[in-house]
């Protein structure tokens, strides 16, 4: 996202919001907003709008992918084996990579 568009939407959230929570609610919250790779505020304001945030993926899913995609460009595979990995890669992008709804 474009810096000036990130400062210019900041701007423009001056509304708050308190909620009360247990303790184990917000360290479950905290939880899962870290392993989305978003703030407490990001992750409860996107969940409230309807948004699931996924979480975010693993180091070694980004290497695998990265691994295949690498071994796909330098032609070292067949022809069907670099469909195949084509159609896994797509697969995986649409499972860890790809927005929630909302």
């Given at each position: ?6 400062q210019?939407?900041q701007?423009?959230?001056?509304g ?23 703030s ?31 071994l ?14 084509l ?16």
């Amino acid at each position: 996202m474009n810096k000036g568009k990130t400062q210019n939407k900041q701007k423009e959230r001056n509304g708050r919001l308190d909620i009360r929570l247990s303790a184990s609610e917000k360290t479950a919250v905290q939880r899962k907003a870290k392993a989305c790779g978003l703030s407490v505020s990001e992750y409860v304001r996107k969940r409230a709008l309807g948004y699931e945030p996924r979480a975010a993926p693993s180091d070694e899913l980004l290497a695998f992918t990265s691994a295949l995609i690498e071994l796909v460009n330098k032609n070292e595979a067949s022809d069907a084996v670099g469909r195949t990995a084509l159609e896994l890669l797509a697969d995986i992008r649409r499972s860890f990579f790809e927005s929630g709804a909302g």
